[in-house]
Structure formats: C-alpha cells, structure tokens
C-alpha cells in the first residue's frame, strides 16, 4: 500500500527566509503533485511533476522529483506572507489518477 | 470555463440520515474522483468513475456509494450517516482518455456537518 509522508508537519518561518518542505512515498511512481489549501478552502494545484528530475517554479516557489529516491521537494524562496497556507504532496497509485495525499505541511509566515 | 462546481456547498445532517452530493467536472473531462478530508488531515480517496463505472475505490464501507451520468456529472450518497462522516467532500475531475493526462482538478467542496 501506497504511503506518503511530509515534514515538516508545521512550519514557522520569517519572511525572506528560504525553506524546504519534504515529501517521501513508499512505491514507484512518477507522478507526483503539489497543492495549496488556504483554510476553509478546496485544493490549488501548484505544480505537476511526471518524470524523474522534474524541475519546476513558479513565483518563489520550487518543486522537483527524484522517483530513484522517491522524494519529492518544495523549496520556498524569500518566504512573504501571502504563502501561509497548508501545502500537500499527494502521489498518483498506478497512473489512474487515484491520488494518494500526504499528512500536509502547515506553513505560517510571519514578519 | 466553470471549472468543477459542487453543491450544495454546506450541508447539515443528523446520524442515521442519507445524503447526497453533487458534481459537474471540467469542460472536457471525463473522469470524476471523490475524496473525503476531515478537519487537519489531507484528503483520502473515496472511489472513481469512469465511463459511468465505479473504477477504482478506496478503503470506505459501502455505505458511500456514486453514479456517474451520462454527461460526465457524478453524484455521492452516504447512507446511514455517522459522526465521523463529518468533513469536506472533494470532486476532481481529470481525463482519462490522455495517457499520461496528469492534473486533476478540484471543486470547491461540499462542508458536511454530522450531529
């Protein structure tokens, strides 16, 4: 069975300060997502990752893929408060779009 | 584009009752997952439908069950409600028919209050 694990589970960081939040899975796959949920909210895609050493960013946002590894990684550059908010990674089990979620990281940003 | 839309958008019930929710995917989707998300955890995999077949399914009883509709829609009923059935309900709909069709797209979420 499909297990999938981020940490940190919270994280509390200064604005222009850089981190990186971490998503481990159990099983081959290679495809792997990224999403947003502000509170109260549905899920926002941040990023698609389908091959191994995917690389992507958008804004001070980065993700990447290592499937050798099974670890996935979002890097948030200069951190601003507008990215508080819980990401998830979640995996796809066997490329049917049955996606498994991680735990969730909880970020807070503060001045 | 509407994108996928949900309803209703918040729903109360009490234990022992039946209910019903609601999906319209994405303009040009053809399939329709369900995920449950209780307070402070992520979202599980309930099941998905495809060509109005249950496809794939999740660790849920059978008291949660779905249809999908000719025109892609899908509904979720949950029969003889608890309290731990209390959470959002999620839809995301995403495209079978591409390999490799990647990114699923998900509702606003129907709030599901239990008492």
């Known amino acids: 069975e499909l297990k999938v694990e981020q940490n940190p589970l919270f994280l509390s960081m200064q604005e222009g300060k850089n981190y990186t939040i971490y998503c481990n899975y159990s099983?081959?796959?290679?495809?792997l997502y990224w999403y947003r949920q502000d509170p109260g909210k549905s899920l926002e895609s941040l990023f698609v990752?389908?091959?191994?050493?995917a690389v992507k960013q958008e804004g001070r946002l980065m993700a990447s893929l290592d499937t050798k590894a099974r670890l996935s990684t979002l890097h948030i550059t200069a951190a601003v408060h507008d990215l508080s908010a819980t990401y998830f990674c979640?995996?796809?089990?066997?490329?049917?779009?049955?996606?498994?979620f991680g735990t969730g990281t909880r970020l807070q940003v503060f001045p | 584009d509407a994108g996928v839309t949900q309803s209703p958008t918040h729903l109360i019930k009490t234990r022992g009752q039946q209910v019903t929710l609601r999906c319209s995917p994405k303009?040009?989707?053809?399939?329709v997952s369900w995920y449950q998300q209780a307070l402070g955890q992520g979202p599980q995999f309930i099941f998905q439908?495809?060509?109005?077949?249950?496809?794939q399914r999740g660790n849920f009883p059978d008291r949660f069950s779905g249809h999908q509709f000719p025109n892609y829609s899908s509904e979720l009923n949950v029969n003889a409600l608890l309290l731990g059935d209390s959470a959002l309900y999620l839809c995301?709909?995403?495209?079978?028919?591409?390999?490799?069709?990647?990114?699923?797209?998900f509702g606003p979420g129907t709030r599901l209050t239990v008492l």
């Open positions: 995301a709909s995403s495209i079978r028919r591409l390999p490799l069709a990647g990114e699923q797209f």
């Open positions: 099983t081959t796959s290679d495809r």
């Open positions: 990752l389908l091959s191994n050493g």
């Open positions: 979640a995996v796809d089990e066997s490329n049917t779009d049955k996606l498994i």
């Open positions: 303009s040009g989707h053809d399939t």
């Open positions: 439908y495809y060509e109005e077949e249950e496809r």
